[in-house]
């Protein structure tokens, strides 16, 4: 009897502020023994050095497969490469526009094409504040066309204790909209009597 293949998940990192949520997602996927494969972008690779002092070379050993931002012919671009889906964590609006225009310039906007044309989940973990109409009509006009906005929101009902359970929850529930549900946050079961039920 043959193995399972393992599931495959690409992960992009752009430049908004936020990489941490990026590196939290490829962590995740790691435990849950996920295929990752990363695409940093240029205003990506200033981000991670700036947030948390970690260059390209540091990278490779987060994920299985770090691809060049400008390699587009790399696996990621094509449809016949089957993927669970992808997450741009953190997703600057440049590259939300991107995707929502459907003209690519890199690698890593012609993967999240990819996931729309395939048909494949594909979060965008949105990072800006606050946000003026182009952005908005942005982000309507991505999710039109196929895209889940997850922006990072805050859950402050779990009772967080630290910025690392602020960050957890969020990746989590967006890893959650990927389908992986070892990683998704638990279901709310609400607050019972609590509440007055």
Known sequence: MSEKPRE???VGITGASGAVYGLRCLDLLREAGVETHLVVSRAGELT????????LADMKARCDHLHRIG???????????RVRGMIVAPCSIRTLSEI?????SSLLTRAADVMLKER???????????L????????????????IIAPPMPA???APRSIEDLVDHSVSRSLGLLGLDDIAVKSWTGLGDRAGD
Do not use: K
């Open 8 to 10: 495959r998940v690409i």
């Open 100 to 104: 929502a225009s459907g003209i690519t």
């Open 71 to 81: 390699n587009v012919g790399a696996s990621i671009a094509s449809g016949s490469f």
């Open 120 to 130: 494949r989940p594909l979060v965008l973990m949105v990072r800006e504040s606050p």
């Open 132 to 147: 003026h109409l182009g952005h908005i009509r942005s982000m309507a006009a991505a999710a039109e066309i196929g895209a």
């Open 156 to 158: 402050f009902y779990t």
């Open 48 to 55: 991670l050095r700036h947030e948390a002092g970690l260059g």
